[in-house]
């Protein structure tokens, strides 16, 4: 059964950085593309970041690029995700996604999400 | 970046009614559009991608159509599991977009 648990997430103030990981199991990590999608309270989804299997791309939406870092380490079958400089709107659920078996850039398999909350 | 406008932003239908969602893209994205449901506390779940291809375990009552700009997604006789949120979804080009999202509600 393909699971993804993601985890590392917790109240921090403006300004102030997070790692967030994602524990993947059930499937050969290192064949698929990963991707983390937020969604804020009450709102819509956002995608954030998408990493290629073993690194060869990595892409970012422009309301992150330069604060925030997508890795992974196939070793250890975990995708992260280093958020700096964190805004108020920065704030909500924080998900890894699995690229489709069928097809890149759409995602089959999600996790339950960790809560970012940035406040002072 | 593309723009995806999904339509109406609520359908109000009756369990065994036919429901009919669209999402509209601001450029064409060719035949790289996704839908998603998503119930409350879960995490979305893809039926269709490619416009019309339905993900594993999708019933067949969920169809996609559409391409360049214009998509549908239909659920043929609703199902009283099947009301909750849907998304469309590009990826035809980076950065990858969603729509606002849609809400299907019971009447």
């Known amino acids: 059964e393909v699971q993804l648990v993601e985890s590392g997430g917790g109240l921090v103030k403006p300004g102030g950085s997070l790692r967030l990981s994602c524990a993947a199991s059930g499937f050969t990590f290192s064949g698929y593309n990963m991707n983390w999608v937020r969604q804020a309270p009450g709102k819509g989804l956002e995608w954030v970041a998408s990493i290629a299997s073993y690194s060869t791309y990595i892409y970012y939406a422009d309301s992150v690029k330069g604060r925030f870092t997508i890795s992974r380490d196939n070793a250890k079958n975990s995708l992260f995700l280093e958020i700096n400089s964190l805004r108020a709107e920065d704030t909500a659920v924080y998900s890894c996604?699995?690229?489709?078996?069928?097809?890149?850039?759409?995602?089959?398999?999600w996790g339950q999400g960790t809560l970012v909350t940035v406040s002072s | 970046e593309i723009v995806l406008t999904q339509s109406p932003a609520t359908l109000s239908l009756s369990p065994g009614e036919r429901a009919t969602l669209s999402c509209r893209a601001s450029q064409s994205v060719n035949s790289y559009l996704a839908w998603y449901q998503q119930k409350p506390g879960q995490a979305p779940r893809l039926l269709i991608y490619d416009a019309s291809k339905r993900a594993t375990g999708i019933p067949a009552r969920f169809s996609g159509s559409g391409s360049g700009t214009d998509f549908t997604l239909t659920i043929s006789s609703l199902e009283p599991e099947d009301f909750a949120i849907y998304y469309c979804?590009?990826?035809?080009?980076?950065?990858?977009?969603f729509g606002q999202g849609a809400r299907l509600e019971i009447e």
């Open positions: 996604a699995r690229d489709s078996r069928n097809s890149y850039a759409y995602f089959d398999y």
């Open positions: 979804q590009q990826r035809n080009n980076w950065p990858i977009t």
